[in-house]
């Protein structure tokens, strides 16, 4: 059994709390679906932005490079980090020499990513999470098990208990209008006292020099309308070539991602405001060890837009939190196989090649199956399962030879003879929580034909092939 | 033309009914139907258990079987899909349109596209939710994805509407994944049986007598749970339907 297997055997078990779940994401989907129907050119929409992506990832270093000599013409200062550890540094460093230890920020899935919180919660600066959802997870102490919707697996209830220990609000009292309420009021302070403004990037704008964040409760905006700093995170693989492509970009978005026409914030920024400082650190942190894998490489034309989530059969009944990458859903499966197949490979079972978030995904990168592509290379990488490997080379030895198959085919027969709780029960992993075996024929099809009974029945087994209903194609 | 009929493993022994179906639908067309004997398996379990190179020797087996064949046709979507999509990798000396994957086709497929009768002749009157199953909507086209803004279309549906006497439906979430998925129904068994009997919810739903697709593996599993809860509800293989009365 898979890490993902088991922990979700376990989300199961709560089987109102997964009938949430998966009716709350599947109405997300629903909506987006909607959305894309009331598009006409939706389908050419998503063939022009995996078209865009693919142009840009084999041009990254021109694209790259364009963006950072015009966003520092524009006034912007423009940092690398290989990974990580340089990333955190890099802003501590930033965070340091420009003081101040109130640090507001918006939702970055880079940040968690490579661990930034609590990399500068660590050196005293206070980084707090200006997204509603974000915010609720971390008051939590828990990661976001949506990379949209961080918050989507906790009940109201939970909230009003985690805000009514935090900050004292009226007992019981789960309304999510004052709820929301109260969390306003709580952050607003936050905005108003922050020292230092942080956003991720959704999209950079290369010939512009400029990049986009997307919000739809503001929060970076007014995050970044006090501070006189605003340091912006990004993958390499945010860039874009113009305006034209983030026409494109938005327009399928916050359609694929939460079903609106557009996110309600898509804010620009171009150049600092007077006396103010805006810093941009672009992160490779193994991207570009990704752009070389063939196989794999379309995965950077991901949008974040967690479409694939909300779509996948498998998420919606197993929660975020039974993925071990701190991204879930098929997205995760694959970018935690990028990241390293040996810690994270417990999630590629989390699939059952529906291959529904191939067709829902915006850029059109082929999730599902690069799902089964992983898969494949478990076994070379000395990482398949024991068992499962071992059922498929008894299967395989008896399919490669008829008299074993049918023989084997005799055995089961006879073992479906057995008393109905012999085979139909918890041992039994096809039985697990209650799907009884399906019953051997009393002959093979094989058996039925060498007999002659196929076609007897059909009264052809005189060779008299009626040309009967025959239409000439 | 010669058409060989591809039955695969779990049909074979699990059910025949399918295959004789099958069989009796394409020689009620005129067809010139063939089983080459001693069929096993395509494969596609060991695949999608990520040992698809474990299913080379299958495969080999497979285009030996039937290289007398013009046209390959089996009534099993995702094993179909898997030797369109697998064998390419998997044979030696792979020529393109020269080996199976260019030949075989799913049976409602093949009757819709290649076949094209202008009646069946068969009757069945009863209420029957359609199971789209996945790697029949998504990787063989067999009707449109949900997912898509693409006029709707379905294969199954059309060849169903030349059924006397039966009324088709299909559940509110038309193609969501019923969770069988292979080696995935016992890896994540819990998951997978979740699946199953939300969509059992759905089909049932409809009011409808049978649940009724062109993938048996489908309907294994969700036999299993109707077997197991005692759910007011059959499942049919397609071909059950198109041949009935025949």
């Known amino acids: ?473 | 033309m010669k058409v060989g009929l591809f039955i695969p493993c779990y049909i074979n022994a699990v059910y025949p009914e399918v295959g004789e179906a099958s069989y009796r639908l394409l020689a009620s067309l005129g067809l010139d139907v063939d089983y080459p004997t001693g069929q096993t398996c395509c494969g596609q379990p060991m695949a999608n258990a990520g040992f698809e190179r474990d299913a080379r020797p299958l495969a080999e087996r497979m285009e030996r079987l039937f290289a007398a064949y013009d046209y390959v046709v089996g009534p099993s979507a995702s094993c179909v899909v898997f030797v369109k999509e697998g064998y390419p990798r998997l044979l030696d000396g792979y020529r393109e349109h020269a080996c199976i994957d260019a030949r075989i086709y799913e049976i409602c497929e093949f009757v819709h596209d290649v076949v094209r009768p202008a009646k069946l002749g068969a009757c069945f009157p009863h209420k029957v939710s359609l199971h789209n199953s996945c790697h029949g909507v998504r990787k063989l086209g067999l009707s449109t994805p949900g997912e898509l803004n693409v006029p709707y279309r379905s294969k199954l549906r059309d060849l169903l509407e030349m059924v006397d006497g039966v009324e088709v439906c299909e559940p509110s979430r038309r193609d969501e994944c019923c969770g069988f998925g292979g080696m995935f129904s016992a890896e994540e068994n819990a998951v997978s049986i979740r699946m199953g009997r939300d969509k059992l919810r759905d089909h049932l739903a409809t009011g409808a007598e049978y649940i009724t697709g062109a993938d048996s593996s489908c309907l294994m599993h969700m036999q299993g749970i109707i077997d197991h809860d005692r759910l007011p509800i059959r499942t049919l293989h397609i071909v059950q339907i198109l041949a009935s009365n025949l």
């Open chain 1, 1 to 473: 059994m898979s890490t993902h297997s088991r922990a979700a055997a376990r989300f199961v078990a709560d089987a109102a709390r997964t009938a949430w779940h998966d009716g709350a994401l599947w109405t997300v989907r629903a909506k987006r679906d909607r959305m894309a129907q009331s598009v006409p050119e939706w389908e050419a929409l998503r063939a022009a932005s995996s078209a865009i992506k693919r142009h840009t990832l084999s041009h990254l270093g021109h694209y790259l490079e364009l963006f950072e000599r015009n966003a520092s013409a524009n006034g912007m200062q423009v940092h690398w980090a290989a990974d990580a550890d340089e990333m955190n540094r890099i802003v501590g460093e930033i965070v340091a020499a420009h003081g101040g230890r109130n640090l507001i920020k918006s939702k970055s899935m880079l940040s968690e990513e490579c661990g930034l919180t609590p990399y500068l919660l660590a050196r005293g600066v206070d980084a707090v999470e200006s997204d509603l959802g974000e915010r609720i997870m971390q008051l939590l102490h828990r990661p976001p098990s949506h990379i949209v919707l961080p918050a989507i697996a906790v009940k109201r209830e939970e909230v009003g208990e985690l805000f009514e220990r935090v900050w004292h609000t009226a007992a019981g009292n789960s309304d999510p209008a004052y709820l929301t309420h109260e969390a306003r009021r709580h952050l607003r302070g936050k905005f108003l006292g922050a020292d230092i403004a942080m956003t991720g990037v959704n999209f950079a704008i290369a010939e512009a020099g400029a990049f986009a964040v997307c919000t739809n409760e503001g929060n970076a905006d007014l995050g970044t309308s006090f501070p006189d700093l605003h340091i912006a995170i990004m993958g390499l693989e945010k860039v874009i070539p113009d305006y034209r492509a983030l026409a494109v970009f938005t327009r399928l978005l916050a359609r694929s991602a939460t079903g609106q026409p557009v996110t309600t914030y898509t804010s620009l920024y171009r150049r600092p405001a007077a006396g103010k400082q805006i810093h941009v650190v672009i992160v490779d942190n193994g991207r570009t060890e990704s752009l070389a894998n063939e196989a794999h490489r379309n995965m950077l034309k991901c949008l974040r837009c967690g479409a694939c989530m909300n779509t996948c059969p498998v998420y919606r009944r197993s929660g975020g939190a039974t993925y071990s990458y701190f991204i879930p859903g098929p997205l995760g499966i694959n970018l935690g196989m990028l990241r390293s197949p040996e810690r994270y490979h417990g999630n590629v079972s989390a699939c059952s090649l529906c291959y529904s978030c191939s067709e829902v995904c915006p850029a059109k990168i082929d999730l599902g199956e690069q799902i089964y592509a992983w898969r494949q290379e478990l076994d070379g990488e000395g990482l398949a399962d024991a068992r499962k490997k071992l059922a498929v080379k008894a299967m395989n030895f008896a399919m490669r030879a008829p008299g074993r198959f049918y023989g084997a085919i005799a055995l089961g027969r006879f073992a479906g003879r057995l008393p109905h709780g012999v085979l139909n029960n918890r041992l039994n992993p096809w039985y697990g929580s209650g799907r009884d075996m399906p019953r051997f024929a009393p002959r093979t099809f094989d058996a039925l034909w060498k007999a002659g009974l196929v076609r007897k029945a059909c009264g052809t087994s005189d060779d008299s092939n009626p040309e009967k209903h025959r239409q000439t194609p």
